[in-house]
């Protein structure tokens, strides 16, 4: 929790401008091992995401432009300033570097083979739990092809950890980002992005979320997503969904049978369905 204030307090110092949309954290208290935040009222994205939601035109063109706004706003936030001096090291995460230029890099392909093998971990945890199909979760990717497209010197960024519509809050048209617990921190940007499709892609299939999936995406990548960027973050999103699929099953005993019967039903349909991205 300590590190988190050190990292915020780098950040407004070096971003003030992009730190406009992030809650205010202003204390540790030892006692309860909580950070204090800044009070902010707002709806919560996710709440026009339930399953099946159609938003009328009217609050369809608010969400076009919250959507945008936070893709917008990430794309900033994750590219920063190209250069920075040794006080960026306490941010550097896992895997990340600063190059003697002062550029940000990190080892994506390793970043990929460690997800990969958390995903091949998830997979045997549901086939555990009875759905033996999950086994078969990476068929529709190229592993080898996709951890070879990415080499250990891909350009770095500021990273959120934990982007999802539950933590964007939307009040008179603007948008805070909340939930500021392990970062701001420097590892691979489309981590960032990946989290995000996979958030949406647990609401089901929602053409709000879909809406929300296309606008967001066109507005962080301007230039398109490009078949290597695409491919990534379908499988980063993918075992993201068959993680917490997995660690949904495994919490509940055998007599919560609905929720079990929902984590196997959602991980079926990521062993058919191609993630959000497909679709833009």
């Known amino acids: 929790m300590a590190l988190t204030l050190t990292r915020m307090k780098w950040w407004r110092r070096h971003h003030p401008v992009l730190c406009r949309k992030v809650v205010s954290i202003l204390a540790f208290w030892p006692d309860e091992k909580v950070l204090l935040m800044e009070g902010r009222r707002g709806e919560r994205l996710g709440r026009y995401l339930v399953n099946g939601f159609t938003p009328a035109p009217r609050s369809a063109s608010a969400l076009d432009r919250y959507s945008t706004g936070l893709g917008e706003w990430l794309r900033a936030f994750a590219g920063g300033h190209p250069r920075y ?3 960026i090291e306490p941010l550097l995460g896992m895997q990340a570097r600063r190059r003697d230029d002062g550029r940000l890099t990190v080892n994506a392909r390793c970043l990929l083979e460690k997800r990969i093998e958390r995903g091949r971990r998830a997979a045997h945890a549901l086939s555990r739990e ?4 999950a086994r078969s979760w990476a068929d529709r990717f ?38 500021w617990w392990t970062t701001p921190r420097v590892s691979w940007s489309l ?7 996979g958030n949406l892609w647990l609401y089901g299939k929602c053409p ?3 809406r929300v999936w296309r606008c967001f995406a066109q507005a962080y ?14 499988l980063v ?16 005993s055998l007599s919560k049978m ?9 991980a079926r349909r990521l062993l058919t369905t191609a993630s959000p991205i497909a679709r833009v």
Request: aromatic fraction near 8%; proline fraction near 2%.
């Open 85 to 87: 001096g040794a006080d």
């Open 130 to 133: 009875g759905l033996t199909s």
């Open 142 to 179: 190229d592993l080898d092809a996709i951890t070879a497209a990415f080499g250990d010197h891909e350009p770095a960024g500021f990273i959120h950890g934990d982007v999802k519509p539950d933590n964007v809050l939307i009040r008179d048209g603007d948008l805070t980002v909340i939930d």
């Open 191 to 197: 981590a960032d992005v990946a989290s995000f499709a």
């Open 208 to 210: 709000a979320a879909d």
């Open 221 to 234: 990548y301007q230039g398109g997503l490009d078949d290597r960027t695409r491919q990534a973050v379908d």
């Open 237 to 252: 999103a993918t075992i993201m969904c068959l993680t917490v699929a997995a660690e949904n099953t495994r919490q509940w």
């Open 258 to 266: 609905v929720v079990r019967g929902w984590c196997q039903r959602f």
